[in-house]
């Protein structure tokens, strides 16, 4: 069966200035998968996505969402989209709540508040819901934000940056949403310069350098373990000290540690269920387990240095 495409750019170019911003650019999005746009900065991420929202002019080429062209077709387009670009605009003297309803009035399609109610919940607002935004934390803002862009249900979420400003909790917490978001059917899209966070982010990350994207990367592919490759492998976990104990006495090297935080392994990827059944059959509580590849760094860095 043919991959639905939610989004798909073909071609597309734009100079500014004299400058060539995005260059001969083709992306497409599968339904159901989270796509990492990521480079350095200057790249033309943030230029990218204001093409394919209609906020600026494409020079040629061709951008459809959910099978709509945004040149012939601009509303139906974006009717399937919710948008995050730079920063999201919220009224700070207005609370998270009435900020929500003031955007659901701007939206083609009538939102319930029920609808509303359901949203802040999803953000994990709702008992902020009645608290003016100025008293927001940056995480919270960015929260409502999703929240507003996702007012009409669209099938294609972009974020611009997401992640930055966000504490480690945030990030996380980000992460854990778009992939419940993607699991209910819509695509997301999502753009950074840190590879770290779009490893652990995407299914798959386009490399953009210089207005193109020199390669599309698939991150389950390139996590993939080879056998006999051993992986540092961290374990998020609040009492390092007595997993370190457990661990002292096995025959599994901890590399690293930080207290309150975690330790880091080196394993083989057959030995991580045994390494967790050790540590919760002695009561250690796990939180997280990352696995961290050389791989996609190593091909990142080769990518963006040619
Ligand atoms: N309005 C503009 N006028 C002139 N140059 C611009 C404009 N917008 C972006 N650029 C240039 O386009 C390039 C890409 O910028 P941008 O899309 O913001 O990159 P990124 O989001 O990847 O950091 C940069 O070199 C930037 O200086
Ligand atoms: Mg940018």
Redesign the pocket.
Known sequence: MKQQKILEVKNVSKT??G?K?INDLSLSINKGEIMG?L????????????ILVGL?SKDSGEVSINGYEIGSSFENAMSHVGVIVENPVLYDFMTGYENLIYFSTMSRESVDKQTITQLLKDVNLLEAANKKVKNYSLGMKQRLGIAQALLNNPVLLIL??PTNGLDPEGIKELRTFLRALVNKGASVLV?S?LLSEMELMCDRVAV?KK?EIKRVLNVSELTEQNKENKLNVTFYLENVKSASKYLSTSKYPIIESIENSNIVLNLYKQEIPKVIHLLSSNAVDIFEVNIHDKKLETKYMEIINQ
Do not use: C
């Open positions: 500014v200035q400058k911003i746009l480079g350095p900065n200057g790249a033309g991420k943030t230029t990218l996505i204001r600026i611009d940056e753009s310069h953009v207005g």
